[in-house]
Each structure stands twice: as C-alpha cells, then as structure tokens.
C-alpha cells in the first residue's frame, strides 16, 4: 500500500509541478486519477481498510524513532556529566570508556538519521533530506550550485512490462554505478531520489562544464552495459539527464521545472 501511495503521490506531483497554483481539489482530481490508472479505488472499504493499517504502522514506526532518539539524548546527557566528573578527577580511564560510549552514540544517531533521510531502496538521501537539510526557507538555494536531473525512463515501462522487483533492481545499479564514479573522481556531490523514477544530484563544484562530461561518460558507460535479471531478461541501464547551474536564493521547483522539460524534449 505504501508502496503505491508513493508512487500516485510521485505521478501527481510530476504532473502538477509546472502549474503556479495548485488547489486541493485540482490536486485530488490528478490523485484520484494515478490511482485508476493502477487500478486503486481511494473509495473502496479495502482501500479504507488497508489506509488505517498503514497509518497504524506508520506511527508505530515513528514512535520508535522518538524512543530511539530519547534514549539516545538520554545517553548523551549521563555521558556529559560523567565526562565532566572525570575532567575534574583527571581520571583517564574512565574518560577512555566514555570515548567509546560516545562513539557508539554516534552510530546510533547516524542509523537514526538514515532511516529518516536515506530512501529505503537506493540508500540515496530522500525528498524529506532534500527539503528539511538542503535547501532553506521557501525551498530556495542558500548557495551557488549545479543541478542535475537523472531520469530512468524505462523504469515504468519495466515494471509493467516485467514487475517492479527487475524495475527497482534497475534504479539501485544505475545510482549506484553513478555514484560509484563520481566518487572516483573526488566530486563532491549530494544524491537524491526526487521520484519514483527520477534523481538528482547536486554538485558544490563549479565547473558545468566538467560535471556535463563526466555525467555523458557515465551515460555511455551505462549504455555499453547489458543487465539480466534471474529470470534471463536482459535490461540495458539508460538514462536521459539534463544539468543546470542554480544561484543563491534561486527557486528549486524553477530549476526543477527547466530540468523535467529537458529530459521529456529527449523522448
């Protein structure tokens, strides 16, 4: 269910985005309509049923983020005070094993992190990262960047065609293969799963020029590359991309809405 709630939800924003305004019942009407097109009835007992369940889940799974985070924060707290006993005592030992504690704390905060900011399948950061960590007031850019917008097209028509299983096996080698080189190549970079289908990357370096070569590399690369599925299907892993620079205190949704049109010029 979960699933599927994502990806109308990614289907409706990706259609609406290009609109200046957009109402509740304008967006309702486009959600309702991704829903029939997968054959969800947002009006059926089942679907009311499975909604509650998931809401269910969903605030179970939050509450033992909250708990988690406590604890943790708890920890935090017991460790600063014995920390400032054993400066005062000048005790090296137990300073020792707080270190240790302290480093174990921060594993802690770190799988906190990622299960909020990290998208469950690609591992890459999600919108929630995008939007809470990156970008500031009003969804605008605090610095000078460059964006890139990686679209798998086939993603769609692979899950119809074959099932989702083979299409998300595609998403995860195709961003892990880019991010694998451009790491390589000492890049600094953010990566991001915007949509269902759709990356992006953003870039602290200042040549566009050397980001559009090295993202047209990886392109060809992916494209000489031949994957097969367990059951002998064989997928080539391509992408369409479109790259822009982006100023400070430039609207995202405004590069965001360039980039999409780019990639659908190529079909």
Known sequence: MKAKLKEITDSTINELLSNEIILPSCYFQCFDKNAKNIDLDLGSESFGKELNNLIFKEYNEINSYINDA??????????????????????SLLLKSLYNQIVNLKKEL???????????????????????????????????????????????????????????????????FISNRLEEEDLDFKFVRYLTNKFIIIFEEKDIHQINSMVNLVSNMLFEATL????????????????????????????????????????
């Open 70 to 91: 406590v604890k943790t924060i708890d920890n935090a707290a017991n460790i600063t005070k014995e920390a400032e006993k054993a400066i005062e005592s000048n005790d």
């Open 228 to 267: 097969k599925s367990n059951s002998g299907i064989l997928i080539k892993p391509t992408f369409e991309y479109a790259i822009k620079e982006a100023k400070k205190e430039q609207i995202f949704h405004d590069i965001l809405e360039t980039l999409i049109k780019e990639t659908t010029s190529k079909n």
């Open 110 to 176: 770190e799988s906190i992190t990622d299960n909020v900011y990290k998208d469950y399948l690609t591992k890459t950061y999600n919108k929630k990262w995008l939007y809470q960590k990156y970008l500031i007031d009003k969804s605008i850019f605090k610095n000078d960047t460059i964006i890139t917008l990686i679209d798998v097209k086939d993603y769609e028509y692979i899950s119809n065609t074959y099932n989702k299983l083979i299409a998300d096996n595609l998403l995860m080698y195709i961003s892990s």
